[in-house]
């Protein structure tokens, strides 16, 4: 059984997605969400997890700081939990670069877009619907990938493309995009487990 850690800064659709593929779905028996992180005190992702009974943190993440405090904690939980895979979902921030050199090759992110079209720093949430809308493009869609120390360039595990219709809007799009990412992250992570 992989013990999984999710990051979230807010709504945490994804995180229930997650929760309940280990409950119900496909990854029944094989991972379980044992922390979630929030640097938003505000974020509904943590009640989720409280309804879950899932042990949850809120972390401060200090600005005008190097992230070293932010990093630092996590770190130890993720130690003392023997955390195997951290899941990026709906995580506002990078990760410090010695989280990611000591979880290399265990930490995922999901990315509303077609990566590597639509990423990159700046690039989250309405802003990447926003912009994939004004430049007219006609398929978009998300990715899930390694994390790495940079934003949104690590290896790609799964991506899945739907069509932007013309009478869609951002808030539109946004939806559409969750419905399929609700079913490729649970997808991704059983391919790591399993690799
Ligand atoms: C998701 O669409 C996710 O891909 C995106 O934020 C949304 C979070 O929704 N992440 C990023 O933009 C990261 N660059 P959720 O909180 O309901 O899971």
Redesign the pocket.
Same mark, same amino acid.
């Given at each position: 059984m992989k013990k999984l850690a999710v990051l @979230?800064s %807010?709504?945490?659709?994804?995180?229930q997605a997650i929760i309940d593929s280990t409950k119900c779905g496909i990854l029944k028996n094989m991972a379980k969400v044992c922390l979630v992180v929030s640097n938003n005190a505000n974020a509904y *992702?943590l009640e989720r997890a409280r309804n879950e009974a899932i042990k949850n943190l809120y972390i401060k993440w200090r600005a005008f700081e190097d992230d070293s405090f932010f990093d630092r904690e996590i770190l130890k939980q993720f130690q003392n939990l023997k955390i195997d895979i951290i899941c990026l *979902?709906?995580f506002n921030r990078i990760l410090g670069k010695s989280v990611v050199k000591i979880f290399d090759g265990k930490i995922l992110n999901?990315?509303?877009s077609l990566l590597p079209k639509f990423g990159g720093k700046g690039?989250? %949430?309405r802003f @990447?619907h926003e912009a994939v809308i004004q430049a007219g493009e006609k398929k978009s869609g998300?990715t899930v990938h390694f994390v790495d120390e940079n934003y949104d360039t690590g290896k790609i595990i799964i991506q899945e493309a739907i069509d932007v219709l013309p009478e869609y809007t951002p808030n539109i799009l946004a939806k559409k @995009?969750?419905e399929i990412?609700h079913k490729i992250y649970p997808k991704a992570i059983k391919k790591i487990i399993e690799n």
């Open positions: @979230v %807010g709504n945490g659709s994804n995180l *992702a *979902a709906g999901i990315h509303p690039m989250y %949430g @990447v998300s @995009v969750l990412e």
